[in-house]
């Protein structure tokens, strides 16, 4: 394991719906960072927290709220989400931002019907 | 904006045989290129990176190399195993955080 776990594995939501997806980490890492992963794309970074503070916002639908309360866990709030949002939503973790490792968890499989 | 290109998108090698994987950027200020492996059900893993100070760097049977001028980095896996078998994914950083990552390119290892 990667000491990085994500909750739920799979999630099927109705547009009109309200979920969050959770992230922890447990390696003492100080930056996290939300992914979108869609087939035969690139990974798109989302969201990137460095010390519970965003750093980035890759100009991300407002449906996507990220939270990090700690250093140890990271939330994304999904709301009114469109059937294109449908993808893996990846979370990772890395000592510090910049050119480290990043850990990543298994994934969320969604889909929005 | 800036991104990765990725070639091939798929690879078929048979078991032995090595494989090679390429990625060029477009960020001539990118100075870190790591590679990650993904297995089915997994999230990516990194199994080498290399850094612009360097041109070659090997672990074991995998090895990449870096050419800063023409922006090209490679993957190379040599002896390639079943276990080999997964999506390999090339990134290169920008703005001193943000990975910009390549398409992914599908390994099959045939027996």
């Known amino acids: 394991e990667t000491g990085v776990t994500q909750t739920p594995r799979h999630l099927v939501m109705g547009m009109t719906n309200k979920k969050s997806l959770k992230c922890e980490q447990h390696?003492?890492?100080?930056?996290m960072y939300w992914y979108k992963q869609s087939a035969k794309k690139p990974l798109e970074l989302m969201f990137v927290y460095s010390l519970e503070e965003r750093v980035e916002n890759n100009s991300v639908p407002s449906r996507f709220s990220p939270e990090c309360p700690n250093s140890s866990h990271l939330f994304l709030h999904l709301h009114t989400l469109q059937p294109e949002d449908s993808a893996l939503y990846l979370c990772?973790?890395?000592?510090?931002?910049?050119?480290?490792?990043?850990?990543f968890g298994p994934g969320t499989r969604l889909t929005v019907l | 904006g800036e991104n990765v290109e990725q070639h091939p998108s798929t690879l078929s090698v048979q078991e032995g045989d090595s494989a090679v994987i390429k990625c060029t950027y477009s960020d001539s200020a990118s100075n870190y290129f790591p590679w990650y492996k993904q297995e089915l059900g997994k999230g990516p893993q990194l199994i080498i990176d290399i850094r612009s100070n360097v041109g070659e760097k090997k672990d074991q049977r995998i090895a990449v190399t870096l050419n800063k001028t023409a922006k090209h980095f490679s993957l190379h896996i040599t002896e390639t195993q079943p276990e080999d078998s997964a999506v390999y994914f090339c990134a290169a950083i920008v703005s001193n955080y943000q990975l910009i990552w390549g398409a992914g390119t599908k390994l099959i290892i045939k027996p």
């Open positions: 390696l003492g890492h100080n930056a």
């Open positions: 990772a973790s890395s000592q510090e931002i910049g050119n480290n490792e990043q850990f």
